[in-house]
Structure formats: C-alpha cells, structure tokens
C-alpha cells in the first residue's frame, strides 16, 4: 500500500514561463524530464501519442520533499486552464507551507504575483492558519499556509 505522496503533476501551456514563474516562488529545479512519448506513456496515462517535457522541482532542502513534475505536452498540445472554481472536484489547489506567511505574501506581491486577497485567518481547535490563494501563469491554484499553535495565539 503506498505509504507517503512522492510528487504532484502540474500542466502548463509553456514550459520556460511556468519555470521562471514556480523558481519566483521558492522552488528549486532539480532534474528534467527529457522530451519523451510513446507506448508506454500511451498505456500508463491513456494520452494518445504522448511527447511530453519537463522539469522536476522541490521545495527546501530536504531530498524527501514532494516533487512537483512540470510538464508541457507537446502531442497532444497542453490544452485550457486550471479548475473554473475552487469547489470543483478534483484536486482544487496545492498548498505550500511558510513559516513567515506575512513576509512571503509582501515579498511575492513586490515581484508581481497576484493574490486572490490579503492573507485571511481561519480559526480552529487547535489554533487559526493564515492563508492566501494565488495562481500561476496556466490558472492552477496555489495557497500559502502559516500554522498557529493556540499556546502561540495566546502569547
């Protein structure tokens, strides 16, 4: 049975501006998927004469991070935009963890990123989060996450 999430898949329209977009927000490139397709690509992801490229990127320094794939398909070409709504099924945004959410919300406006709004709180039992959503260059939804203890909110 698996036991841990190696890495999420993200389509993109165009490799070069996705990448330049994911390393303007703390992403690091660690390899690339090298131009490919075929048969097996065919059979595993029903695509119908797949070529595909890519790159693999990590967060942080830990080499047991979640890897996020960067593809842009070639044949069949990458197609449309992201999810039209965050309640629509599926997986609706990837959320990526900070420990200075505020700090990292300035800093990524001031290179022109987009939010969704200022960060916003959102009670729980066990402490608030503070949040925002943005999205990248094909409309996929990212959020930035900052937990707060309850002993932290109290002090």
Not at 1 to 19: K, Q, W
Not at 40 to 47: M, Q, Y
Not at 52 to 79: C, V
Request: glycine letters at 10%.
């Amino acid at each position: 049975m698996p036991d841990a999430i190696y890495g999420i898949s993200v389509n993109c329209t165009s490799l070069e501006r996705s990448l330049e977009f994911y390393k303007a927000i703390g992403f690091r490139e660690v390899g690339e998927i090298a131009e490919s397709g075929g048969g097996g690509l065919e059979k595993a992801l029903r695509i119908p004469n797949p070529r595909a490229r890519g790159k693999l990127l990590k967060l942080g320094d830990d080499p047991g991070a979640i890897n996020l794939d960067l593809i842009e398909w070639l044949s069949p070409r990458t197609e449309g935009r992201a999810y039209p709504r965050l309640n629509h099924a599926g997986i609706a945004r990837i959320a990526l963890h900070t420990p200075h959410l505020q700090r990292t919300y300035e800093e990524l406006k001031a290179r022109g990123i987009e939010f969704y709004s200022e960060p916003q709180v959102l009670h729980s039992h066990g402490g608030s989060s503070l949040f925002v959503c943005f999205e990248d260059p094909d409309g996929t939804v990212l959020e930035l996450i900052e937990f707060r203890p309850l002993e932290a909110e109290r002090r």
